[in-house]
Nanobody, 116 residues
């Protein structure tokens, strides 16, 4: 499985950004798509995930501000980020998880910077 992310950039506090990630390869084997982020000096953390059945999980810090969605074919995942805060600044990574074998696939990160 290969993951190609796009959509990062610089935005002012209170602004919005939309991240997109396209999956290719053995996509049929994937159970969950999602986004993680890593800020300088911190560990990578979950932002949001969405399962094949549409069940979503969000980090408490982004609930009510971020929305994760998945296309009908299950090959792409988007993260709509609203009301961005400076603490959202991080490198965001697209993730695909396969339950069989508990395999994680990662895309190259995309930088999100929230600053005035």
């Amino acid at each position: 499985v290969q993951l190609q992310a796009s959509g990062g950039g610089l935005v002012q506090p209170g602004g919005s950004l939309r991240l997109s990630c396209a999956a290719s390869g053995r996509v049929f084997s994937i159970n969950t798509l999602g986004w993680y982020r890593q800020a300088p000096g911190k560990q990578r953390e979950l932002v949001a995930t969405i399962g094949n059945g549409g069940r979503t999980v969000y980090a408490d810090s982004v609930k009510g501000r971020f929305t994760i969605s998945r296309d009908n074919a299950g090959n792409a995942v988007n993260l709509q980020m609203n009301s961005l805060k400076p603490e959202d600044t991080a490198v965001y990574y697209c993730n695909a998880y396969r339950l069989a074998g508990r395999v994680n696939y990662w895309g190259a990160g995309t930088q999100v910077t929230v600053s005035s």
